[in-house]
């Protein structure tokens, strides 16, 4: 039972690995992105990542404009490329609240935290943004988690509430 219960631990670290958001080496928008967040379906062999980043922050008193870019890998398939802009997507704002309010996670120390339900299937959602610790410093979060958690609820809303917005055009400026 335990040898079953390591290797589905380990399929489920390799799917959660498939939606890591990471930016390739030379991608400058991805660089450039102050956040990324993605869902890959364990068992689909594909992957959704969305790449988030500020397009200009303006003189006056307007808000700040930004661009997504969404990156669809199927298997054995090229890579769809998709874009939004703030500018023309009323949901982007939304949807970048709403992820500052994404429940974290709390640290789960083995041995002193019981183990947690093992999800045979699934799906591995990601987030990684800049942060700010409550002092004031700035910092990094990245977590990862399958369904049925806030992460996973936010990253499945946002997707549908951006599905109107995606274009294969990147947006001018």
């Known amino acids: 039972m335990e040898s079953l219960r390591k290797g589905i631990a380990m399929l489920l670290a390799l799917a959660l690995q498939a939606a890591s958001t990471l930016p390739a ?101 990601r987030l990684t943004t800049m942060a700010r610790f409550a002092d004031g410093q700035d910092g990094e979060l990245g977590y990862s988690s399958n369904v049925g958690t806030p992460l996973a609820a936010w990253v499945d809303h946002s997707l549908a509430a951006l599905a109107r917005c995606w274009s294969s055009r990147p947006p001018e400026g």
Request: charged share 20%.
């Open 25 to 125: 080496p030379g991608d400058g928008f991805a660089e450039h992105a102050f956040a990324h967040f993605s869902r890959a379906p364990a068992l689909a062999h594909s992957s959704e990542t969305v790449d988030v980043a500020l397009a200009y922050v303006p003189y006056s008193t307007a808000p700040a404009a930004y661009t997504m870019r969404l990156t669809r890998r199927r298997f054995q398939q090229s890579d769809a490329i998709f874009w939004a802009d703030s500018r023309s997507c009323p949901a982007m704002r939304p949807v970048l609240d709403a992820m500052r309010a994404v429940a974290l996670p709390n640290p789960r120390v083995p041995g002193i935290d019981s183990d947690g339900d093992i999800i045979m299937d699934g799906a591995g959602y």
